[in-house]
């Protein structure tokens, strides 16, 4: 099974951007799909936004038009690009294969996840 390591969280004020990555330990260009979920306090583990591996993407409707997700099968790595962060994006993010891009499927196990947190 792959190993998932979120990185790229921190602090930053509303309407400022980060990027987060997901470094799998091996080969992501087999699996069909990947997401990026979120865990805000005192609520449930949402998904935010899928890959699946010919590109497709899907968001949640909270982060569309301010979302990008993205994969490099080259890199093994996927990446959530935010911008016009919002206080209530703050969460602990984590990235896990997904059993669809639609709705809460994820297939492994969860990492230790990055904390975003923004600031109004």
């Known amino acids: 099974q792959v190993q998932l390591v979120e990185s790229g969280g921190g602090l930053v004020q509303a309407g400022g951007s980060l990027r987060l990555s997901c470094a799998a330990s091996g080969s992501i260009s087999s699996i069909p799909a990947m997401g990026w979920y979120r865990q805000a306090p005192g609520k449930q583990r949402e998904l935010v936004a899928g890959?699946?591996?010919?590109?497709?993407?899907n968001y949640a409707d909270s982060v569309k038009g301010r979302f990008t997700i993205s994969r490099d099968n080259a890199k093994n790595t996927v990446y959530l690009q935010m911008n016009s962060l919002q206080p209530a994006d703050t969460a602990v993010y984590y990235c896990?294969?997904?059993?669809?891009?639609?709705?809460?499927?994820?297939?492994?196990?969860w990492g230790q996840g990055t904390q975003v947190t923004v600031s109004s």
């Open positions: 890959i699946t591996s010919s590109g497709r993407t």
């Open positions: 896990n294969t997904a059993g669809d891009i639609f709705n809460f499927r994820p297939g492994g196990s």
